[in-house]
């Protein structure tokens, strides 16, 4: 490779710290980082790029497009998160670098937008609505999801992480639930779906000029409450064979129909009883340790894989389509009541009880944080990774160990100003 390679990540986000241990320990290019100057693994990257705690997308386009420009051989730039997703399209764009097309990868943080797409491709999906989140009149909102059956799930068009996403049992609930998503929308635009019942599934894949192969199918345990928080994945999905091959079909036809020809995805779907339907199509390597499970469960490591894709460099397909699964691997996350945390119980019992090369215990709070109800992913406080000899003893596993950590909590004492809970980020070693 060209001497001087670099590869930038435009912020590393929650529960994807595994993807700087994968690239530093490779000699045919430099990482370079933008993340809050606070972050605890901005040390790990051979180029830092500190930025201001909010982060604000001029101060980091402007901070990225630098380090790109300093780069005198092959680079790339890759991002984690959907907030991030048009920066990078932006920087691909204008230093002409690989990967998907840059207005796909635009297009594909607007909710909307891609759900139109599945729609008119007939990949297999709910009924839904695109919706103004500056009407005020009840009775033009209830007007407006008129022909849609209830419950309806509300969401931003341009969030991630479950925020904003809610559910309105019945149209007495629209308002308040219509006023809730509304709050995580900068583009001033909603979306209504009805609801699909079933087991939450994703699909994790690989796509190089627009053949795609399945890495893996990730089974899910979500909240299934007002609002949707995904409490633990586990790979590889308990799926029958022909339901199994469904889904893949399912995900394919779903990256071809919004144009994703180049790079990894996690598509999420609903297993209804009238067959699985999609969720979205998220255009960038899941989170939730889900890469980590693949590489526990079949020894690829997604993150090498999307490094090579970012910086133009051959993958190769074929070999991918060969190794088995050799066991199960599970995460389970933490939770805990609103409320101070005062201590956190069982880590030491439960520390014990896990294999330290394959197995962890995560810790994303501490005594003094404030603990919110958990309405989205960022409210969980930890997590448990596991394996197993296949998916079911992972799961009992992970379930098991992470019930032997209470995060113990009580209301604020009189005058006490507990502190507010760090970011990941932050809390990370």
């Avoid at 779903?254 to 790079?263: I, M, N, P, R, T």
Wanted: net charge negative.
């Amino acid at each position: 490779m060209d001497a001087g390679a670099l590869l930038l990540l435009a912020r590393v986000g929650c529960l994807r710290e595994q993807a700087l241990n994968s690239w530093i320990s490779r000699t045919d290019f430099d990482v370079a980082v933008a993340e809050s100057a606070t972050a605890a693994y901005l040390r790990l990257a051979d180029q830092q790029i500190p930025l201001s705690p909010h982060r604000p997308v001029d101060e980091m386009y402007e901070a990225c497009r630098a380090a790109l420009a300093a780069a005198p051989g092959r680079k790339g730039v890759i991002g984690f998160l959907d907030s991030t997703l048009p920066l990078v399209a932006k920087l691909a764009e204008e230093f002409g670098l690989p990967g998907c097309s840059p207005a796909t990868l635009r297009a594909l943080t607007n909710k909307s937008w891609a759900r139109g797409r599945l729609a008119e491709c007939d990949v297999p999906g709910p009924r839904f609505r695109h919706l103004d989140s500056a009407v005020r009149s009840p009775a033009e909102r209830r007007a407006a999801v008129e022909g849609l059956g209830y419950p309806l799930i509300l969401k931003p068009d341009d969030s991630s992480a479950g925020r904003g996403v809610i559910r309105a049992g019945s149209p007495r609930e629209l308002d308040c639930a219509w006023e809730h998503a509304e709050r995580f929308t900068k583009t001033g635009h909603l979306l209504a779906e009805e609801e699909m019942i079933g087991d939450e599934i994703s699909v994790e894949t690989v796509t190089v000029g627009g053949r795609t192969v399945v890495l893996a199918c990730t089974e899910k345990l979500t909240t299934r409450g007002t609002s949707f928080v995904e409490l633990g994945q586990a790979v590889p999905a308990r799926l029958e064979d022909d339901l199994q091959a469904q889904v893949r079909d399912i995900a394919a036809a779903a990256l071809k129909a919004v144009g994703y020809d180049q790079g990894i995805a996690h598509t999420e779907m609903i297993l209804t009883a009238n067959g699985p339907q999609i969720v979205e199509v998220n255009p960038r390597p899941a989170g939730d340790c889900i890469m980590d499970l693949i590489r526990l469960t079949r020894g690829i490591d997604v993150y090498d894989l999307a490094a090579d894709l970012a910086l133009g460099l051959d993958v190769d397909l074929d070999a991918l389509e060969v190794p088995p699964f050799t066991g199960g691997a599970a995460i389970r996350f933490l939770t805990g009541a609103p409320g101070v945390v005062r201590r956190i119980d069982g880590v030491a019992e439960a520390s014990r009880l896990l294999a330290p090369a394959r197995e962890r215990l995560v810790l994303l709070t501490r005594p003094g944080d404030v603990v919110e109800p958990v309405t989205t992913n960022l409210h969980r406080l930890g997590y448990v990774v596991t394996v197993g000899k296949d998916t079911e003893e992972a799961v009992e596993r992970a379930d098991r160990i992470a019930a032997m950590v209470g995060v113990v909590t009580s209301p604020p004492t009189p005058g006490e100003e507990p502190a507010p809970r760090l970011p990941s980020a932050e809390c990370w070693t």
